[in-house]
């Protein structure tokens, strides 16, 4: 090999103390240490011992922490990391992927039509693009009008090296159409795909537009993963869709950071949202972004034609958009009404707190509750060229939030729950319906062992049910099982749809002056089933997942379609708290400055 340059030269003790633990350590750490042959010896040893113990007992030999540690490390340093993300099927015609035409600006691209069951089908590459060292330096494709009824984007993204999760956003001109965050790369690297039904936005894909994909990224000496992404859109025609939005408009000054959103038009409030809590990757556990919708209708009714209306300019840090949906009538057509009618009470809120502290005065524990209830009621006769009918907004919210601080705030319990009713009528029909519940619990701890010694421990619960029924602007994910045989015969007796999941994380930091251990797991039951419309009925499961990952390897997984299943694993040498080793600063551990990359675990949700 020649001499050791100056460069090359890596901190490691002399050979007679150069344990196991020490060498996993600097093969996770540095790329330098996982070319150490000294390093790569220990290692090779080792696996190849662990390799011997398992073929000698085979079905029932189960590997230490070390060992798994070990086995782990391999693993993910050789082999490219599928990450991905539990959710119901998304409809896609059959084929289509066979062929793909490149959107490139030019007006004579051609759009390939393929499969003879979806004649008006076609796959579109909007966008191949490499996010390295840039900030606020968007990829900006020229999308070009394509007519059919419903659009399904392919989001695939690879990366390798070391980074940070990052947040991506995609633009139709200035109106925010989706936002996502990455994951965070290994060694080996990582890959994960996306479906993502877009129907709802056919205002845009159906007239030229500037599409605008926004991810922004650092490269340097220690944060080293590209980003290299590939955006496609397939579009084809389906008998089974909802009448899309005549037109959109933006809301979106990009800045501010809110708990709460209200919606005023012309002074008057119009409805409100609390957010769906996220926690990126890298976080607790990752989560995607979901999107919230009001119905205004009898406040739009008062915003004639010719009318001036006034609006308010945004706070200077508004980080969230939105979107207004407008089905219109005939040109010919004016709609008017009556001013609407509020109903708004005063919000109802309680808060208690109690506080202990030591001997010398200093802060100890500290026990709160925060509780608000709201609700409003919002009602207008509406006169369009259909007739006359009146139109009611009714919401009721609530928001219990419980915290917990002892042993002066290095054990934090945290116990929030936001449930919530969106009802919107029209007469006696009542034409869109939501009812929400997203419970969260998270515990954190780090307690001091010694001067040198420390542990970190997290752990969340969270959850989602959403109950929808009636006319959403968003896809309601029935669509997909209309063209299943099992499901289709279903699919009328309908009134809506459930989605229920649970996700359940925890991870354990061990520092020492020796060396750092660790273990993350994480699992998720996901369920999306039709509401039947006998009410007194138990709901059809259409959709259900139940998985479990634990240091990037999984360990259960169980699927069903339908209530059949198509598919089942589960390995109980792997599943449990299995260790994987680092070296970690207390700062890094927690995401508060420079480290190494964290163990992926599985993560579900929409984006």
């Given at each position: 090999m020649g001499s050791t340059t100056t460069e090359e030269v890596i901190d490691r003790p002399p050979p007679a103390l150069f344990q196991l633990p020490k060498a996993l350590d600097l093969a996770r750490t540095t790329e330098e240490g996982a070319r150490d042959p000294v390093v790569i010896s220990i290692l090779e040893v080792e696996i190849n011992r662990i390799w011997i113990k398992i073929q000698t007992e085979p079905a029932t030999y189960v590997m230490s922490r070390e060992e798994f540690g070990v086995f782990n490390y391999f693993?993910?340093?050789?082999?490219?990391?599928?990450?991905?993300?539990?959710?119901?099927?998304v409809l896609i015609p059959p084929g289509v992927a066979d062929e793909t035409a490149s959107y490139n600006g030019v007006e004579e691209t051609a759009i390939n039509r393929v499969d003879e069951r979806w004649p008006l089908a076609?796959?579109?590459?909007?966008?191949?693009?490499?996010?390295?060292?840039?900030?606020?330096?968007?990829?900006?494709?020229?999308?070009?009008?394509?007519?059919?009824?419903?659009?399904?984007?392919?989001?695939?993204?690879?990366?390798?090296?070391?980074?940070?999760?990052?947040?991506?956003?995609?633009?139709f001109g200035d109106s925010e159409i989706w936002r996502t965050s990455t994951a965070e790369p290994t060694t080996a690297g990582i890959r994960w795909e996306y479906l993502k039904d877009m129907t709802e936005y056919l205002y845009f894909w159906n007239s030229p537009q500037t599409l605008i994909f926004d991810l922004g990224n650092l490269i340097d000496s220690t944060y080293t993963g590209y980003y290299h992404t590939t955006l496609t859109a397939t579009f084809f025609t389906s008998p089974e869709t909802a009448e899309p939005a005549d037109l959109i408009i933006p809301i979106s000054a990009r800045h501010?950071?809110?708990?709460?959103?209200?919606?005023?038009?012309?002074?008057?409030?119009?409805?409100?949202?609390?957010?769906?809590?996220?926690v990126f990757t890298g976080g607790i556990v990752p989560r995607a972004l979901e999107a919230k919708s009001l119905d205004s209708m009898l406040s739009i009714s008062m915003m004639e034609k010719e009318a001036v209306h006034s609006l308010i300019q945004l706070e200077s840090y508004w980080l969230v958009t939105g979107k207004i949906f407008i089905w219109l009538d005939s040109n010919n057509s004016i709609t008017t009404g009556t001013a609407p009618t509020l109903s708004l009470p005063t919000p109802i809120i309680t808060t208690s707190q109690f506080l202990t502290q030591n001997a010398s005065g200093a802060n100890e524990t500290l026990t709160y509750t925060t509780n608000v209830q709201r609700s409003l009621s919002i009602?207008?006769?509406?006169?369009?060229?259909?007739?006359?009918?009146?139109?009611?907004?009714?919401?009721?919210?609530?928001?219990?939030?419980?915290?917990?601080?002892?042993?002066?705030?290095?054990?934090?319990?945290?116990?929030?729950?936001?449930?919530?009713?969106?009802?919107?009528?029209s007469g006696?029909?009542?034409?869109?319906?939501?009812?929400?519940?997203?419970?969260?619990?998270?515990?954190?701890?780090?307690?001091v062992l010694s001067s040198t010694n420390f542990t970190l421990d997290a752990a969340i619960t969270r959850g989602l049910e959403l109950s929808i029924t009636g006319a959403p602007v968003f896809p309601d994910g029935l669509q997909p099982f209309t063209y299943l045989?099992?499901?289709?015969?279903?699919?009328?007796?309908?009134?809506?749809?459930?989605?229920?999941?649970?996700?359940?994380?925890?991870?354990?930091?061990?520092?020492?002056?020796?060396?750092?251990?660790?273990?993350?797991?994480?699992?998720?039951?996901?369920?999306?089933?039709?509401?039947?419309?006998?009410?007194?009925?138990?709901?059809?499961?259409?959709?259900y997942r139940d998985v479990e990952a634990v240091n990037s390897t999984i360990v259960y997984d169980e699927e069903r379609l339908v209530g059949a299943e198509i598919g089942k694993y589960?390995?109980?040498?792997?599943?449990?708290?299995?260790?994987?080793?680092?070296?970690?600063?207390?700062?890094?551990?927690?995401?508060?400055?420079?480290?190494?990359?964290?163990?992926?675990?599985?993560?579900?949700?929409?984006?």
């Amino acid at each position: 090999m020649g001499s050791t340059t100056t460069e090359e030269v890596i901190d490691r003790p002399p050979p007679a103390l150069f344990q196991l633990p020490k060498a996993l350590d600097l093969a996770r750490t540095t790329e330098e240490g996982a070319r150490d042959p000294v390093v790569i010896s220990i290692l090779e040893v080792e696996i190849n011992r662990i390799w011997i113990k398992i073929q000698t007992e085979p079905a029932t030999y189960v590997m230490s922490r070390e060992e798994f540690g070990v086995f782990n490390y391999f693993q993910n340093r050789f082999q490219v990391l599928e990450v991905f993300q539990v959710y119901q099927p998304v409809l896609i015609p059959p084929g289509v992927a066979d062929e793909t035409a490149s959107y490139n600006g030019v007006e004579e691209t051609a759009i390939n039509r393929v499969d003879e069951r979806w004649p008006l089908a076609a796959k579109v590459v909007l966008m191949e693009h490499t996010f390295g060292k840039q900030l606020w330096h968007p990829a900006i494709i020229h999308h070009l009008v394509a007519s059919f009824n419903k659009v399904v984007m392919n989001f695939t993204v690879t990366s390798s090296g070391r980074q940070f999760d990052r947040l991506a956003l995609m633009y139709f001109g200035d109106s925010e159409i989706w936002r996502t965050s990455t994951a965070e790369p290994t060694t080996a690297g990582i890959r994960w795909e996306y479906l993502k039904d877009m129907t709802e936005y056919l205002y845009f894909w159906n007239s030229p537009q500037t599409l605008i994909f926004d991810l922004g990224n650092l490269i340097d000496s220690t944060y080293t993963g590209y980003y290299h992404t590939t955006l496609t859109a397939t579009f084809f025609t389906s008998p089974e869709t909802a009448e899309p939005a005549d037109l959109i408009i933006p809301i979106s000054a990009r800045h501010g950071s809110e708990k709460c959103f209200q919606v005023l038009i012309d002074g008057q409030l119009a409805g409100v949202q609390w957010p769906f809590p996220v926690v990126f990757t890298g976080g607790i556990v990752p989560r995607a972004l979901e999107a919230k919708s009001l119905d205004s209708m009898l406040s739009i009714s008062m915003m004639e034609k010719e009318a001036v209306h006034s609006l308010i300019q945004l706070e200077s840090y508004w980080l969230v958009t939105g979107k207004i949906f407008i089905w219109l009538d005939s040109n010919n057509s004016i709609t008017t009404g009556t001013a609407p009618t509020l109903s708004l009470p005063t919000p109802i809120i309680t808060t208690s707190q109690f506080l202990t502290q030591n001997a010398s005065g200093a802060n100890e524990t500290l026990t709160y509750t925060t509780n608000v209830q709201r609700s409003l009621s919002i009602s207008s006769t509406v006169i369009t060229e259909n007739g006359t009918t009146t139109s009611t907004w009714l919401q009721e919210l609530g928001a219990m939030n419980y915290g917990q601080y002892s042993a002066f705030g290095a054990i934090q319990i945290n116990n929030a729950t936001t449930h919530g009713v969106d009802i919107s009528t029209s007469g006696e029909f009542t034409k869109y319906k939501s009812e929400y519940t997203y419970p969260v619990w998270v515990n954190t701890t780090y307690l001091v062992l010694s001067s040198t010694n420390f542990t970190l421990d997290a752990a969340i619960t969270r959850g989602l049910e959403l109950s929808i029924t009636g006319a959403p602007v968003f896809p309601d994910g029935l669509q997909p099982f209309t063209y299943l045989a099992s499901s289709a015969p279903l699919t009328s007796g309908f009134s809506g749809t459930h989605l229920s999941s649970n996700q359940r994380g925890s991870a354990h930091y061990l520092g020492t002056s020796a060396g750092s251990s660790g273990f993350g797991s994480t699992s998720q039951t996901f369920e999306f089933s039709g509401l039947n419309v006998d009410s007194d009925s138990v709901n059809t499961e259409l959709y259900y997942r139940d998985v479990e990952a634990v240091n990037s390897t999984i360990v259960y997984d169980e699927e069903r379609l339908v209530g059949a299943e198509i598919g089942k694993y589960a390995n109980s040498r792997l599943r449990g708290a299995y260790w994987s080793q680092s070296t970690l600063s207390p700062k890094a551990a927690i995401g508060r400055g420079k480290g190494n990359p964290k163990q992926l675990l599985v993560g579900g949700g929409v984006v």
